[in-house]
């Protein structure tokens, strides 16, 4: 497998040959899925309606694809609203709160790259919706099981079983209170483990202290963290790792 | 590919019929490495040297290779003539300050496996280290780059391309001082970055704080983190990464 | 160059000859502006229009312009009621909510600084604009580039290429997740770099603290950094920089 | 079961009838053993070995028996010295660095009260002896099993069905980095559990702060947590839990 | 006393004969109140009515009592018409939140143990309320003295007086500025304290921090800590001690 | 001078002579004043109306005169109204939120006690007024300057001065951003500054945290410090000084 | 009472009638007493042998006694050699670790103000003979009791009634874990208390920090506090405190 | 002014132009200086003698000065010693631990511009001595005053004059417990002052913490925050903005 140099596009620019300019204050980094292997995420919180559908637009014409999160269901309306009648095809998750919108002749191509999902509690949902998504975007099929916690480990059973039959390239742990869990998965199989924290929890240790701190201390080594409540990391994370698996499956 | 049933040791357990009785106070997990791909790392720091030379020996009926890791370089010498006259060939690394015991026939089956690791400073190699030791017993391949800073951008250029040369499955970056550069890393390439975090730097976010916060709030998403000065778990992690790239080239 | 004695002003204080009485419960610095090179600021954050107006007032009459900060816009309408009909000009400005009045005759005068602004997110620019603000008051002329993260380096090639070609003595980098920021451009010039960190970002080291740990820690050490959010404070720094510099150019 | 009246100490101080004056600088609580029901322990950190023997000798005359916590070897040998042909028994325990003073006569009445004690690694014995020697005044019966961390969660059958064979009244469940095991063992027991959070570990969360943020945190409620490394107060805790259900027993 | 095999709900589902499917996004732990001693308890923030009325219903075949904590008034009513028609007894607490139904035919079985529960400000209600919410779940009889603070020592005398002649098994002390509370009392009497720190308070250690951390430091031992807020843990571990006496009562 | 027996009220509620039990959920200190040199002060945050106004009339007895504070213009209205048809004279401060409920015939007698008040910025107003409020109830004179930051040293001069013409046995100094003032009065003039942080600020050390850091950290060491926003603490700790030194002057 | 202009030394400063050059780099206020009542204390931690001697040196001729603390053992003998042959009484305390030196004819002028001073365990005494040490130098008379815990309320009794009996004019209490006792004596007197944390205690809220939260979370609200280990400070308010009142019993 | 293209050593990096291969596992940065305006500065802490050495020559060919930091006494002599022989000119600062290596007929040359140092007590001027030293190797000219706290404003009179009768383009402001003077400083001249925290100060906000936080939070806003004890990072940051005036001076 050959990369492309990791400095094409600094050199491009360096060159003057990439156009950033800014538009409605956003400057898009339109290269950057080709260069990353990521989708460029529109961060939605604090950005006008209009903002996000100005880098919706800018991105489109490079990619036929692109992905806005953090969403908030009235942002979402308002966004639609200003993008109706240009040919897209407008997804919103409420669960989640993304907002995916394509060329209509466009499809994610899919990779074969494979992601399980395992949440602690059913208040971890958004989080590993919106990991979800964006493994969408990278091509990734994901399969989840929820409200897996340990305050009973039989619990446990079922769900692992099912996620390992569906033979992942990586696992992502959602948790909150119950922080270990990413940790007595990892101490159960040989995958690589993308640790979620969630900012469920409340005291001391809560708002995912208290689990990103118990994740980064478990013992069971197999796992790396993202920032608490960052799905899109979580699944950028994980969705590499899966590509990276898929691009060795079909050489 | 079929992954064994994860909870089998378990069950085994349940059974009654695996021995897990203390030796020296230790109780070693000799499955680990059949179960979870990575091998069960003998913790030394606050472990006499009778205490780690009994965990080796616990473990190497069922292994034929143990790894200890934070030996200071006196209590390896102690452990080595503890463990003399065994027949078992020891290996001691002064800047990782990791410990292998190997039976004298047993080698450390390559997988094809490659992880490239990349240190911001020279004072983060002991960290870089360690994840080389537990990738080398994991089967890896490994290639390092060391003190490269974004201080001064230009000199990322050839240490990268080399590392992209090497077509690694996934990349380690430790820093203490310069955190960013992981997501500095993750921003120019298509591969699953691990974040090691060490404890270089000093006053405010000193002690490795401010390079894992820098980390975590790192705007180029492919990267997930360890804790600070985890080698060990760095180490593991990528390995996972890449056995699991490696056995879909081998399919 | 010969400075004036720094305690002019408390030698008159001491001998009667300043009169410091409160207005509505503020005690305006009429002298800021002569002794400190900077103009009294008026912190609008948890003040009454009231109190604001009468600010404003007391001012004025030593000053021929005023300018207040932290000003939400539903209170900035209240003080322009409250001011109408004084024969003064007012200009709110809704991104970095700051009101300025002056004297209709007033301008404020240029001093030939100058002051470049990075921002790493369109989300930063409130504290931007805030920092715009007082250094127009100052007399500086500013250059501001937007949105020019890290995790595509290639984005920051066009606006630091602008940013230098305006020849400024100082620049200002507001950056909230991509903390990075300051110590990248200092890696790249020559020129003071004033750091400031925005509450963007959520999770551990969200609300700016992620952002100014990074800034505090970073390895090219041609950085200051005031405080979370501090736009005025980031403003007055450069202001000052840059007046120092302007007013060497005109010997 | 008829309780004495709380404040009968109280009375009698205030009736000027219990002498609590300082000897060497310390003031003795003789009384507290049939007040609350566990022993006055002296703490030895940042005490003298003169500080230490004197009140061993001030407590002696009215209780048969005195212990003392945080009791380097270095000092237990002075205080022996000191106290040497004074007709006690002296016992000291390396590990949990606990000094148990008798006159020669005395036994620690057995009370029938029974706690399991549990330890995640071999580096939190200190703290487990350390509860162990208190349970041992409180005429309480242990049994103690060691090292049996979650990582690999098989490790605990064997050790967990041990505990309950031996039927406690109550578990303490010390861990550093396992933080998790008191909760996981709650969920799979119906006794009140007595989590021990020690300093082991390091980096994010060491130092035995993220094993009780993980512990205040834990999905399964029925633990409850003692200070980092407080072994005294995880004994008395679990001493009064199991002397009073005795106290039912013999009823 | 014999306990069952503490793995026999993981070996039934290891053998595929627990169903732990989801409803509703929730995995309930019906077996948790047999294995445990407690009660599932059902964490209603951040759940819709419908999740909780399902959790509920769920429960109710297996159990014939359910108890779900921190529901906020006006959703309890929206619990309530769901389960409308269903032939279930509902029982709204507003000052600790909770929601108890129960099938009509259903008692809570006593279990004679008992627990006082002590709380030093009017504020700190809602938590002991819930408290005594799950202790009523668990058979347990409660006495609840009220608004004891330390600040006038004599304040304590009458109340605590009445909880001894109540003869508890274990005594819950509930505090958030007063957090010496606990330790003030496990001076005076020979039984267990569970501590309970409550977000009262305000400035430094405001949000219970304070009240957590006093606790935490008493030099009285016979205390342990529950997290900031989390009255049915406080509960639960009461419980655990009080049925565990009760149980060797009655033997 | 001679002190009663601190202990009297203590003595009294061991002999059942005192009748503390609750009103509305309200244990109120009725002797507190007498006792402590200050008022029993009710909390208002997190009580309803009808507690206050039970707390009011459950203190009016025993004193003439009631102070509650904390309490928001709203629920000082409903107090107003629950309590109309006493006959009681009712006060209300909304700058300092407090309340006061005094018998008509009620004076709160003057001691001789003078407190000055300094205020760096006028949003320290609040604190400093509820500070004020309950000297008044403790007999003290107060003298009061607001908005003397240290940014204009000369701000300074006519206030202090002004403050020392009144003579004060204490000065209170309350401050949000510019937490050195009180270490710059210390330094000054030779008289005991109770030091009071206020929650104004925001960014790195805001809330209230950086005053009140900077007050520890004072070189100056002529201060004591309350807790943030503890106008109340500030204003009796004054008290009971000045109110000390008044007593010396009319022996 | 007439006070001195606070400014004075100021205005003689401003119009250089003050000499304040560097004597080995250091720069003494010799007029603090006369400005503030308390002695310049010479802050002896990271200042060499010669520093504290020139400093000592440097004070002698304005005033007749010198104060040094944070002097170890070893220092101070250090400092008593470089002194011999000069006439000056040297004394040093071991316990405190404060050296004061004194022209051979003086004494410490007594004012008659009387501070009380209750340890909470014998390790809190180093503190609080550093403030014993700046109490005398400013003139007081003082009073301690040692090692007065809550954890048995009744060794309160006797000290607190011999601490009255001496009629302070105030009362430093110190403690390290049992940071409510300033809290209780406030509760039970009508003094103010200046609380002085100690470093004592370990685990969550060690090093003082939890004793410091619970003084200033405390209920009783008649206490200050200084910072940890600050006994200086502490004696320092403490004195001021006592001088004032002393020089109205004199008026 | 032109400046050059802020990308030339990247764009010569990409080209393969520049060499920057590891020298003993350091990769130095020769181009800094011309880059950036600063000195590459070599950190010591962590680094051996043979790396310092080999840093230091690998610096020399490119340019004729290098200059290290955080280097102990010992470890400087023993990269004397390695050093020696090879015609460089060595210097070493005790008191700011930093050395100076030049080739014997270099020289610094002088740019003209002017930096004015103030510290607030004699322990914080290391770190002004290492400020001082990366000051002079920028061609820029110092003038420092020691020990001049607030806690006597008057001692601020001669130091701040003789500071601006030097006329500097910039000051810093290194204090420890003192953190306010950079604020004094700055609100009474006209000036951009560098704010320079050191870790003096104990207890609360101690190691610096509290310094930085009151820097953070002054309310005289022409002020910047490096590092905490980062007198490197005062120094180039200081030396940048003195340069540029400089360099506008010789137009």
Redesign the interface.
């Known amino acids: ?3 492309p ?3 094409s ?6 060159n ?1 040959e ?1 156009d ?3 538009t409605a ?3 898009i ?1 339109t ?2 899925r080709s ?4 989708p460029e ?1 529109i ?1 939605g ?3 006008s309606a209009e ?1 996000i559908a100005a880098a919706i637009q800018r991105l489109l014409p490079k990619e036929s694809r692109a992905l806005a999160a953090r969403i908030e269901p009235g942002r979402a309306a308002e966004v639609e609203q200003l993008l109706a009648g240009l040919n897209l095809e407008l997804a919103y998750d409420p669960i989640g709160r993304t907002l995916t919108a394509s060329r209509c002749d466009s499809v994610s191509a899919s990779t074969g790259g494979r992601v399980g999902i395992i949440t ?4 971890d ?1 958004p989080q590993a919706s919106e990991a979800a998504a964006v493994l969408r975007e990278m091509g990734c099929e994901t399969l989840a099981m ?10 446990l ?2 769900p ?2 099912q996620i ?2 569906f ?1 992942p ?2 696992v992502i742990v959602a948790a909150g ?4 869990l990413p ?2 998965v ?7 483990i ?2 979620l ?1 969630t ?8 708002d ?7 994740m ?15 799905g ?3 699944g ?2 994980a969705g ?2 899966a ?4 691009s ?2 079909s ?1």
């Open positions: 497998m050959t990369h140099d990791p400095f596009d600094l050199i491009s620019a360096l003057g990439i950033s300019t800014e204050g956003v400057r980094d290269a950057r260069r990353t292997g990521a995420v961060y919180r604090g950005k903002q602690a509690g059913s208040s949902r929820h409200d897996v916690g340990v305050a009973g480990l039989h619990r059973v079922q692992l079983r390992l039959a033979d390239d990586a209170m119950d922080g270990i940790g007595v990892s101490g159960l199989v040989s995958l690589p993308v640790a924290p900012s469920t929890g409340y005291g001391f240790g809560g995912g202290i208290g689990a990103m701190t118990t980064m201390q478990a013992c069971a080594p197999g796992i790396a963290v993202v920032n608490i409540d960052n899109i990391g979580a950028i994370m590499l790792i590509n990276r698996a898929a060795q499956r050489l």
